[in-house]
């Protein structure tokens, strides 16, 4: 009932597209989210490089190990305080949209940044301003969505400007388009002291919002010192069957992405959590 997926960058060995392709099916894998910023960061170090040959080459490499893309992303500060430097980041992201169907992926992710120049946690990020800044670029960028048929992927965390299950929700109801998507990772929404509340904190995700959700994050944790750390799923304190229940029962074959589980701990995740 859920459609396992990783990060390309949670392959620590893989260096082209090929041995991506490889080590994702070694790993019993088939959908990957693709950050090529990440993964393969000399083919798109100059948004000019990102054309539908690439995203093409990509596609067919990939298909031939019964691998693809899920989820394309283009994590950016999209509300940078630089309006200058902003829109060199929004540009990147639109072209990214615009060449997504060549990666074959139905979307494109990002978080939502910080109104510092560096992504850190302040509490500027929690202000209505730094929230309808947000918005604004959203709607924008949801256009894009809306003229090349690809979903907006927006990632929340606790640091960001959409940091809570009710900004969330304002957020759809201010952006009403189908091509808003969220990217729904509980873990970024949880801390020291409400994480034992994960599983009706995903209820209540899914009951606010849960036509808006189009891809699931699985990211377990440990609390140490008073911080959420993540680790390899079923090595942590996430309640992963539980989780999965709810989210096989809202939204059957989503896309579920093993965050930060890495190399040789895939197969056994999925493997595991497969069964349930």
Not at 34 to 57: C, E, H, I, Q, T
Not at 134 to 161: A, D, T
Not at 178 to 199: A, E, H, K, R
Request: charge should be negative.
């Amino acid at each position: 009932m859920w459609q396992f997926t990783i990060r390309g960058h949670d392959l620590s060995q893989a260096s082209s597209i090929e041995e991506l392709a490889r080590s994702a099916k070694k790993y019993g894998v088939h959908h990957l989210q693709l950050a090529m910023g990440m993964s393969f960061p000399d083919l798109v170090d100059k948004p000019s490089k990102l054309n539908p040959g690439l995203g093409r080459y990509i596609k067919q490499t990939l298909g031939e190990y019964d691998v693809d893309v899920a989820i394309l992303s283009c994590y950016i500060n999209m509300i940078h305080p630089d309006r200058e430097e902003r829109e060199k980041l929004l540009e990147k992201f639109e072209l990214f949209v615009q060449n997504a169907k060549e990666f074959g992926a139905a979307m494109v992710a990002s978080e939502t940044g910080c109104v510092l120049p560096q992504i850190q946690y302040t509490e500027k990020n929690f202000t209505e301003e730094a929230f309808e800044d947000m918005v604004c670029v959203i709607q924008r960028l949801v256009k894009k969505g809306e003229e090349q048929g690809v979903i907006i992927g927006i990632e929340p965390g606790l640091n960001h400007p959409l940091h809570s299950l009710e900004k969330i929700k304002r957020l759809v109801e201010k952006v009403n388009s189908p091509y808003l998507g969220i990217i729904f990772d509980p873990t970024n929404l949880i801390n020291s002291d409400n994480y034992l509340d994960q599983v009706k904190l995903v209820k209540q995700g899914f009951k606010m919002f849960g036509d808006k959700i189009c891809a699931f994050h699985l990211k377990d944790f440990i609390v140490n010192n008073e911080k959420i750390v993540p680790v390899n799923v079923l090595e942590g304190q996430m309640k992963v069957k539980e989780v999965l229940q709810i989210v096989a029962e809202y939204k059957p074959y989503c896309f579920v992405v093993l965050e930060e589980t890495k190399d040789y701990a895939i197969k056994k995740s999925i493997e595991h959590c497969i069964k349930y």
